[in-house]
């Protein structure tokens, strides 16, 4: 991290831009809000994606509050550092927007107990520590669909952070998409072991690429996997934000996460003394995952069945996770008619049939 604390951005948007009537006029101080990112801000993927809800929530709450962010902040010890020292700079509310910072989230939130933590992706909270995620898993089944019709070679290539629940049950979710329009294509998975590690990305997507992949698909944060795709002449799928422009030929469409509308519902919450320590988890529902522009590449029907599943997901009457559902040596995981529940999907550590190779530990 070449600095502590890089940018700090004070709002100071016109009474004009106020637009909730529930806010007090008569805000004194603004609500400090601070941000830690695990990777730099950049122009694509995870970070990126959650500076731009942070920005969108300040358009929305203007001079009632002041945002500060700490970009590339190992997971670890330094990201205790970080949290702390935001604390300490009189913070009111803290995002922490990795997994690997949930302990020490919840060791810095015990020592500053009037201060409002939110952590991402996580599953432990305390009495001033709530969670929030997406339903990332949702966007995945539709891109599964997707490649399940645009592949040829039946090859599909995966490349992977962490071998976490988060990741492997976007895993499964392509591949059951995949394998509903095509029961012969598989998916191969690489682990790089990084959120963020463009040369490893690229590597990891050259090498599946050369296994055979004509479909790339990441749960990693920058545009490498979309980028080598372009140049080797295969598609893509973006992951978090459109990353269309780094391979317009390549990239089909993408799993996106918008989290401007949370960011602006939790720091409201906090100004009118209504937080509480919850977890989120949103959907297509709630507007929390969305898909990139589709490319023209796509046929019509195929577009037009997608966007049916997308329907169905968001109202409830199509579930992805319901039996029969195969593990990946064929036997039965999930019998016919029964629906994985929230924690059977949070604490996922299987693969479906269809992904090759064996779940690191």
Same mark, same amino acid.
């Given at each position: 991290?070449?600095?502590?604390? &890089?940018?700090?951005?004070?709002?100071?948007?016109?009474?004009?831009?106020?637009?909730?009537?529930?806010?007090?006029?008569?805000?004194?101080?603004?609500?400090?809000?601070?941000? %830690?990112?695990?990777g730099?801000?950049?122009?694509a993927?995870?970070?990126?994606?959650?500076?731009?809800?942070?920005?969108?929530?300040?358009?929305k709450?203007g001079? !009632?509050i002041?945002?500060?962010?700490?970009?590339?902040?190992?997971?670890?010890?330094?990201?205790?550092?970080?949290i702390?020292?935001?604390?300490q700079?009189?913070h009111?509310?803290?995002?922490?927007?990795?997994?690997g910072?949930?302990?020490?989230?919840?060791k810095?939130?015990?020592?500053?107990?009037?201060?409002?933590f939110?952590?991402?992706?996580?599953?432990?909270?305390?009495?001033?520590?709530?969670?929030?995620?997406?339903?990332f898993?949702?966007?995945?089944?539709?891109?599964?669909?997707?490649? =399940?019709?645009?592949?040829?070679?039946?090859?599909?290539?995966?490349?992977?952070?962490?071998?976490?629940?988060?990741?492997?049950?976007?895993?499964n979710?392509?591949t059951?998409?995949?394998?509903?329009?095509?029961?012969?294509?598989?998916?191969? %998975?690489?682990?790089?072991?990084? $959120?963020?590690?463009?040369?490893?990305?690229?590597?990891?997507?050259?090498?599946?690429?050369?296994?055979?992949?004509?479909?790339?698909?990441?749960?990693?944060d920058s545009?490498?996997?979309?980028?080598?795709a372009?140049? &080797?002449?295969?598609?893509?799928?973006?992951?978090d934000?459109?990353?269309t422009r780094?391979?317009p030929?390549?990239h089909?469409?993408?799993?996106?996460?918008?989290? =401007?509308?949370?960011?602006?519902?939790?720091?409201?919450?906090?100004?009118?003394?209504? $937080?509480?320590a919850?977890?989120? $988890?949103?959907?297509?529902?709630?507007g929390?995952?969305?898909?990139?522009?589709? !490319?023209?590449?796509?046929?019509?029907? %195929?577009?037009?069945?997608?966007?049916?599943f997308k329907?169905q997901?968001?109202d409830?009457?199509?579930?992805?996770?319901?039996?029969?559902?195969?593990?990946?040596?064929?036997?039965?995981?999930?019998?016919?008619?029964?629906?994985l529940?929230?924690?059977?999907?949070?604490?996922? !550590?299987?693969?479906?049939e269809?992904v090759e190779?064996?779940?690191?530990?």
């Open positions: 991290m070449k600095s502590l604390i &890089k940018k700090a951005l004070v709002s100071v948007a016109t009474a004009g831009l106020m637009t909730l009537s529930t806010l007090s006029s008569a805000v004194e101080k603004p609500l400090k809000v601070g941000f %830690v990112y695990v730099p801000v950049g122009d993927g995870w970070t990126y994606g959650h500076d731009e809800g942070r920005l969108e929530m300040v358009e709450l001079k !009632n002041e945002t500060t962010y700490v970009e590339s902040v190992s997971e670890g010890a330094d990201a205790e550092r970080v702390r020292k935001l604390a700079q009189g009111d509310l803290i995002f922490t927007t990795s997994f910072y949930m302990n020490p989230t919840l810095v939130a015990k020592q500053f107990p009037n201060v409002k939110q952590h991402a992706t996580g599953y432990k909270r305390g009495k001033n520590v709530g969670t929030y995620s997406a339903r898993y949702e966007g995945r089944y539709l891109t599964g669909v997707i490649a =399940g019709h645009m592949t040829k070679n039946n090859v599909i290539g995966y490349v992977g952070s962490f071998p976490i629940p988060e990741v492997v049950q976007g895993i979710a392509f059951l998409g995949l394998r509903s329009v095509n029961p012969d294509a598989t998916v191969k %998975v690489v682990w790089i072991n990084s $959120w963020y590690d463009p040369a490893k990305e690229r590597e990891a997507a050259e090498s599946l690429i050369a296994q055979g992949a004509d479909i790339i698909n990441q749960h990693t545009p490498a996997p979309v980028q080598a372009q140049d &080797k002449g295969v598609f893509a799928f973006g992951y934000t459109d990353m780094f391979g030929d390549a089909l469409t993408g799993s996106m996460v918008h989290w =401007g509308g949370f960011y602006t519902d939790t720091a409201k919450a906090v100004l009118d003394k209504q $937080w509480k919850e977890d989120v $988890w949103g959907g297509f529902s709630a929390m995952v969305e898909m990139a522009p589709y !490319n023209k590449a796509i046929p019509e029907t %195929v577009v037009a069945q997608v966007e049916a329907t997901i968001a409830g009457t199509f579930t992805i996770f319901e039996g029969p559902i195969k593990a990946q040596d064929g036997s039965i995981k999930v019998s016919e008619g029964t629906k529940n929230d924690g059977d999907i949070l604490s996922m !550590n299987w693969y479906v269809g190779g064996s779940l690191p530990n």
